[in-house]
T-cell receptor, first 115, second 114 residues
Framework: GDSVTQMEGPVTLSEEAFLTINCTYT??????LFWYVQYPGEGLQLLLK?????DKGSNKGFEATYRKETTSFHLEKGSVQVSDSAVYFC??????????????FGKGTKLSVIP | NAGVTQTPKFQVLKTGQSMTLQCAQD?????MSWYRQDPGMGLRLIHY???????DQGEVPNGYNVSRSTTEDFPLRLLSAAPSQTSVYFC?????????????FGEGSRLTVL
């Protein structure tokens, strides 16, 4: 079945540091890929997405590129802020069949940014 | 603009008790779903619905029932709670049943089963 593997956390960075959170996936077809963010005490929010190979999703300074050859969708930000402290989830959705009705999530990576 | 509203936010049950987690959305979304979030496990899909009168099982449906009598509401029922159902539950909805767009989440319901 489908699966998403994220780098283990927690990740602690100083403000203005460069962020990379690795995400790789296994899927039977050609999925759409997503990053969701969960701030403390809240539900998840969509951060960015990419629907086909070589697409780059971007939002709020975060970027991720859909790499079909390496089955990866790594999240990057050039300069993190304290307000970026949250849990980040990589997810995929199959583009056809029964799997298109659900998202498969990774386990999440907790990011803490210190001043 | 309420979005997805879940109640209650916190609940403590004893083993064997029953309860219903409520979920309502005011965005006229066809797709609704329930996830549970456990430490180190990420989110796992329990049940979902692609429209009123239509429900289907997700990855971890055992011990849970759902119904979808209206577009707005999608309650999750625990008929006989077990400690293994201690978790944080999230309801989510989407305009697009194919999930090509955004999934909107509620704030979560934290359930403890003693």
């Amino acid at each position: 079945g489908d699966s998403v593997t994220q780098m283990e956390g927690p990740v602690t960075l100083s403000e203005e540091a460069f962020l990379t959170i690795n995400c790789t996936y296994t899927a039977t077809g050609y999925p759409s890929l997503f990053w969701y963010v969960q701030y403390p005490g809240e539900g998840l929010q969509l951060l960015l997405k990419a629907t086909k190979a070589d697409d780059k999703g971007s939002n709020k300074g975060f970027e991720a590129t859909y790499r079909k050859e390496t089955t990866s969708f790594h999240l990057e930000k050039g300069s993190v802020q304290v307000s970026d402290s949250a849990v980040y989830f990589c997810a995929l959705r199959e583009n056809s069949g029964a799997g298109s009705y659900q998202l498969t999530f990774g386990k999440g990576t907790k990011l803490s940014v210190i001043p | 603009n309420a979005g997805v509203t879940q109640t209650p936010k916190f609940q403590v049950l004893k083993t064997g008790q029953s309860m219903t987690l409520q979920c309502a959305q005011d965005m006229n979304h066809e797709y609704m779903s329930w996830y549970r979030q456990d430490p180190g496990m990420g989110l796992r899909l329990i049940h979902y619905s692609v429209g009123a009168g239509i429900t289907d099982q997700g990855e971890v449906p055992n011990g849970y029932n759902v119904s979808r009598s209206t577009t707005e509401d999608f309650p999750l029922r625990l008929l006989s709670a077990a400690p293994s159902q201690t978790s944080v539950y999230f309801c989510a909805s989407s305009h697009d049943t194919g999930l090509s767009g955004e999934l909107f989440f509620g704030e979560g319901s934290r359930l403890t089963v003693l």
